[in-house]
Each structure stands twice: as C-alpha cells, then as structure tokens.
C-alpha cells in the first residue's frame, strides 16, 4: 500500500472521529449531560492533537513551519484551561481542512508505464538464412534484424537493404512518415508504417534513442520541486503574530484563557479551509471542460505561470494531414482525379492515403473497388480502377516536366505540403497536396493566454524550420526552436524554468521528459500518447488547444479567490484576536465565531465554481447550431475556394474554350453554394453572435468582408457577358478577370480562417 494512500485514509479516518466526537458530545450536552459532553469533546480534541503534531514535524523537516503550528498550540491550550468544546470545534475544522486538501493534491503517478509499455522487450535478429526472436538486451553493434510492418525499430541502425518508410512521431512530433533509403541511420521508437527491412544495428538497447527519452523523463520528473502550499507562505508572519498577540494577552492580562482564546480565534481556518475549497473548486470547474487536473498544486502554479513552451505537430497543429488542394492536368477534372486517387488507396495503411479516401468521402465522391494492387513503401500504390492502370505516389520532376507540374511542385514547397501524384495510364492526370492545418482554436487561445499573464510563448518541436517558422508567424510567438530532439526540449525548458514559472504542452512520446522537466507539464491526451499523459500535471481529454486557455483562466481566478478569501478570513480573524486578548471573547465563544468567518469565506471560496464569463463568450443554442452548420458547411466549400484559384490559373496556361468553362463553372459553384452561405452568415449567424460577443459593431469587418465578396462574385459574372460575338472572352478583359479571381481567393481563404480563429472556435 502507498503511502500516499496511508496519508488519504488516515485523514478520513481523522475527519470521521472528529465529526463523531463533536455530534456525540452535543447530543449529550442536549441531554443535560455536562460530563459526558466534555468526556466526548476532549476525545475529539485529543485524537486531532497527535497527528497535528506530526504534521508539524514534517513541516519542520522540509523547512518551513505550516499553519499548523497555531491549531496545535489552541488544541493543547483548549485542553489545559478546559474548553473541550473549543477544542473539539478546532479539530473538526483541522480535519476538514486536511481531507480537503488531500483532495486537491492527490498525484497521478509519473511511473511513465506507458513509455514502457511502447518499448520493445526483443528483436528479430537474422543469422544467416536464420530469423530468431532474442531478448532485446542480447542485441549487440553490427547485428543484422528483421523490422516487420507495424512494429517498433528496437535499436538504433542503419538500412540494411530496401527502404525503410517510418513513423517517427515518436521520436520528432512530425506526423508525416519519412522515407530512409540504404545506408540512413534511424532511431530506435520509431514505427515501421512501410513494408519489413532489413537494420544493422548501430547501438545496443541502452545507448539507444528511446531509451534516452525514458532516462530523460524518469531525471527530470525526480527534479521536479514539490509545490508549497499556499497556506504555508502566508503562516511565515501569520504564525508568529498570533503568537505575540497570545503572549501579550496573558503577560498584560494574566490569564491564560485569554490566550487560549486568542490562539481559538487566530486558528487559521481560512488558511486551512478556504485556499483549498477555492482550488478543488477550480479542479471541479476545469474537469467539466475535459481539463484533468491531477491536483491542487498544480492549478496553483498555472495560475502562476509566464511562459509557455508549445510542441507544434499535434498541439498547434492537428496532427493529421489534410487535403488542402487537388489540382488537375489540363483536360482533366479534379473531382476525378481525387476519385481516382482515393478508389485505388482504399486498400492503403498509409496516413497520407486515409487522408485521400476521407476527403472523397467527404466530398461525396462515388470509390471504385480497385483490383491487382501493389504499394512499394515510400513510392505509392499502383493497381487498377475501372479499366486505368493507375499510380498514386511519387514522380521525378525536372527542367522537361510540364508546366503546371513544375508548378503545383513549387507551390508544395512554398506551402510546405507533401504531394500526391496521381497517374493514369502512363500520364500524370493530377496531384493532390496535403499539410496538416493549424487547428483554428490556436490563435485565440494563444490570445487568451497571454490575457491570462503569460508573458512569453515558446515553439519547440523536432519538425522542419519552414513550417515551424510559418506557424510561429501566424501565431505570433515570441521565438521558434526547430529540428528539436527529446533532450534539446528539456534544455528548452529547464532555460525558461531559470526565468519564470514555465508551462510545457505537448502530445507525443517524444514530449514526455520536456512535459515531465516543466513546472506544469500539459499533454493533448484526446489523440496524444499515453506516455504524455501520464508525465504531465495537466491532460486536455478534448482534441482542443484552447482548452488550455479555459484552464489558465481557472487557474488564475481560483488563485484569486483563494488568496482573496484566505487574507479575508485572516483580517476577521485578527479582530477577533484583538477581541480575544482583552477578555471580550471566551475561547467557545471564540472558536463558534471562527467558524462563523469560516462560513464566509468558504462561500466566497465557492464562487470558483462559477463560470467566468468575462473569459469565453457564452453562445445562445441559436448561434451555436449555427455555428456548427456553418463550420461543416466550410468544409464543403474549400473545393469551391479552390475552383477559384484553379480558374484563375486556367486563363493563362490553357485554351480559350477550357478558360471559359473553368470560369462558368465558378460562376456556378458562387452562385449556388458559395453566396447562399455567406449570405446565411450575414443574416443568420452574426445576428446571433451580436449578443455574446457585445454588440454587432464585432461583427463589422467580416461583414465587410462579405460585401466584398459579393462584389467580386458579381464582377466575375459581368465577364461572363462581357464576351466578343462568337461568345469568347474578351482578350483586354482577361486582366481584370485574372485579379478578380486571385483577389476573390484571397479574400475567401482569409475571410475563412477569420471565421474559424474567431466565430467557429467558440462552439463546444
């Protein structure tokens, strides 16, 4: 049995006696039984005064004296003058006090048995034609294994044969599988997403990647400070006060029930009570938004917190690539070619081909069951789909590619997308290109946060510098750290830990020691490992960053509320002390009053229970249907957005006739779809939204955003008649045209993610 779980039993079992104690005597005293009330009362007050006294010790040993100090002193003045019923009342209030901050400082433990449940115990190791299963630890530098699909790299190595393709989430945060080639060096953790290779081990069990990252979070979990209570920092001048104010009552007054009472009365229960009503209440008010809190210690130190240091794959971003954008070869349609591509990638395991076949499903796209399918791992999947042989994957481009190739390769990597080529018959139809997206809720929480006292935001991620730096841009941050290994983001944040109270949120295996190396460590634990869940203080059990906000907001206020109520109580309590030192007060008199400021500012504590509003607007059940109507329907519509792009590229690289049908078709896509829901936001959403957010001048530019978009639209159509008599386009007209549809795209793809950062976002 733990001896974290002796501590909670005991302080049960001292709650149950107390209040048993105090309850009998009354009933005696009812029943005009004087003597045996006291017998009750004293019971009681003893039973509190030996575990008070070890509560002291332990305090000492960790060098500080606690509040506890005065409740002892009052006890054993209780029981020398006789006022069992003070006494009595005190160590019902001391009992209480510890059983409710048992229940804010219970741990979870940081035995990081998820980090080891992920690490292989053995290894496939070839010898000669012979493929044996051997303990990892016999592994030795230079052995020849087996990696089989689906399993974990055990040891550090290098590809021995073939192409390993890896999933190295684990290792990096980066979501997207790497492809290493004969002879490349990859780390033990990483999971084989490809077909079986061949590794030539490198380095043994212990000297391996994963095995670091366990050592890592294992050191810095154990460097980790314990939290002092916040009770205790105000006793170091409340204790000895007391104290002198009780000396001076019986040195001035000569009676030492006047100093009892004055130690009743100074019994520090908004200390002992109301700092840690008001934190479970915040723990209470933050499990409701799916923010588990492991105790009451932590929700303390959040409150505290300057800086926050941010993992990107998973926590800024989803984690998950995207479709972002599907483009066709002239003469072919993109509907199709992601048909195509997603019919034959039914069969696939790969992240990027789910990715292909949920877009088609989303978009309503009809899949063919494809048949003769071969997927070389790191160059695609091959097979046949209605009569085409078809290849979705990866091609060589170069100098003789085609035009709007070497384009769409281009713009991959000016976006920092991953693309998708996809061939029919020999000749490249089209190519999709997938990135994982910046959740929407991050730049308002990041905003949020910042309100909330965090002074500097951090990125930390084992990802590439382009789109780390891309996002650090967009989101504001105050400095990016790229190409991060597990043992850099510790450094990270042990540096930051030097100049402030530091916040780590991360989802990863990889993130567990910088979670575990923080003050406060927060884990994404809707999709994120178990591993990180387990090493951080904080898990957000909903797939939402701003989620963190919510819980910084909870934190600061119930520390607010806490300190508030706590030096409340303590003003009451010195009056009634000065009261108690000039025979004003009886020690029972003293002890009822004491629990009478104790009923105050435990209501005032209580208030951490209730919703902040100031924080997180509040929707009506009107504008949140809206709200999520909308957001799906913004899904729908990204096709749309880019048709618009894809037109405007038309009337410079293909023919009149093709120009002109790319254009009607966005005409009708804007007129059918794309306006119709813009005009629902205008009049339907921001209406609703008016009252929540404070009035529709919050509203105003996005509004301006729809006129222009409107404008735009109606523009375009206006080309459309503007042709020449044979029903072409006009050729001095084309300029125009052009800027209106790049413009029209610009605004929609902004305008969008406004939405989303700002409207969307606020729906639960």
Known sequence: MSARLVRSMADSLLFLVTAVALAAGSV????????AADLCWAAGTVAAVVPAVVWILHALHRGHAGVDVIAVMALVGTLAVREYLAGSLIALMLATGRALEAAAQRRASRDLSALLRHAPRSARRRTGSEVRTVPLAEISVDDLLLVGPGEVVPVNGRVSMDTALLDESVLTGESLPVEHVRGELVRSGAVNTGGAFELRATATEEDSAYAEIVRLARQAGA????????????AAW????SLVVAGLAWLIGGSATSAVAVLVVATPCPLLLAAPVAIVSGLSRAARLGVVIRDGGALETLGRARTLVLDKTGTLTTGRPRVVDVTAAPGHETAEVLRQAASLDQLSPHVLAQALVDEAHRRGLELSLPTDVCEQPGRGATGTVECHRLSVGRIRVGPDSPSWVRAVDNRAVLDGASVVWVTADGTVTGAVLLRAPLRP??????RRLRSAGIRRLLMVTGDRAEPAREVASVLGLDAVETGQSPADKVAAVRAERAHAVTVMIGDGVNDAPALAAADIGVAMGARGST??????DIVLTTDRVDRLADAMGIAVRSRHIAVQSALGGMVMSLAAMVAAAFGLLPPAAGALLQEGIDVVVILNALRALLTDRTTRPVLTPTAEDLVHRLAAEHDDLREVVEAVRTAADRLSGASEEQARAAVEHVHRLLTDRLLPHEHAEEYQLYPALADSLGGPETTATMSRAHAEI?????????????????GRLRPENLDDLRACLYGLYSVLRLHFTQEEENYFSLAP
């Not at 460097?223 to 105000?234: K, M, N, S, W």
């Not at 409340?238 to 006060?241: A, I, K, N, Q, R």
């Not at 809720?441 to 990041?446: E, H, N, V």
């Open 238 to 241: 409340f204790v000895p006060l």
């Open 710 to 726: 409107d404008r735009l639209a109606g523009r375009i159509a206006t080309h459309l008649t503007l042709t020449d008599a044979e």
């Open 531 to 536: 591993a990180s869940s387990e090493a951080a």
């Open 223 to 234: 460097e980790t400070a314990p939290v002092v209570r916040l009770a205790d920092r105000y």
């Open 28 to 35: 005696a005293w009812l029943a005009d039984a004087p003597s």
């Open 441 to 446: 809720d991050a730049p308002r929480t990041l």
